[in-house]
């Protein structure tokens, strides 16, 4: 299988804080937030987002670095090796950190034992869309007629990807078989859906909306806890019966493990202001991004219950990538 994981998904923040950190930290040098995907993709929206909300809270100069490849592995290893003192910052992404470590044979670094985790700073959700003319009218009748057919062709786009791997726990739970049809490029996925090529795709709720908007594709379901604001006629999985579509794609600070504990605190702190300027909860909100905002244990606790989630779903789905 190819390489290739895309989503939609990540990056965060860590700027000392005038007011909040240490007088030592706040003469520190300045922080370079690395961020695995391509300048104008959502994780880099995000990363800037939150640098200019901490930029405008205190005196230390933020870096967004756009380090792209292998869906957020290159970034990873350069964080991994860079040194402990907290100069280095990663946003981490559920791609590169719960579901990479079970689909790749092996990974240029360990998302447990090379980092430290700091703070979920984000999430955002999906919708499933199928096409608007002629297809089902609920996600009970799209999951009906899935059953009676020997395969469904769901797009994504990439493999390994957060919507890949949504796709087929999808067909596992609501017992379909599901093939994957990868496209890189969105402008073709999106056409091959409206015209009944493809029988549905998880998309990004920004993403659905526009299309939505655009008459192309209709959303059946929503994976948030509660109705996104750009889609709310779209049920959420848990009102339509499927709870355990019910998930997000989620972006975490991470530094080097060997970052002292005084250190966390002081970058979980920045992020945590950041978090709560108003004009960046708007601006990430428009995004289709929802704050999060989580201590160090918690975001600990949340990586682990992710991988759990996931590993058996890549290892039901056979996906195994040898680099």
Known sequence: MRTGFRAAVAAAAALIVAGIMPAAAQGARGITLVVGFA?????????????????????????????PGAGGQVASARVARAAPDGATVLLGEVGSVAIAPFAFASLPYDPLRDFTYVSEVARTHFAFVVPDQGGPASIA??????????????ATFGVTSPGHIA????????????????????ADGVGDIARG?????????????AQVRSGGLRALVQTGSSRADMLPGVPTAAEAGLPYLSMSS?????????VPGATVADIHRAAAAALKD???????????FEAVGSSPDE???????????????IERAGIRITN
């Open 39 to 67: 300048g104008g993709t959502a994780p880099d929206t995000l990363a800037r987002i939150l640098a200019e909300a901490m930029q405008r809270a205190g005196n230390v100069n933020v870096v967004v670095e756009n380090v």
């Open 141 to 154: 009748a799209f999951i009906e007629a899935a059953k009676k057919t020997d395969r469904t062709l769901l």
């Open 167 to 186: 796709a087929e726990l999808f067909a596992q739970s609501a017992g379909f078989k599901g093939e994957p049809v990868h496209y890189r490029a969105v």
């Open 197 to 209: 090529q493809t029988a549905g795709s998880f998309f990004s709720i920004p993403l659905a909306a």
């Open 250 to 258: 989620w972006f975490v600070l991470m530094v080097p493990a060997a």
């Open 278 to 288: 108003p004009a960046a909860l708007e601006r990430l909100k428009g995004a289709g």
């Open 299 to 313: 975001v600990r606790a949340m990586v682990a219950r992710e991988r759990d989630r996931w590993k058996p779903v």
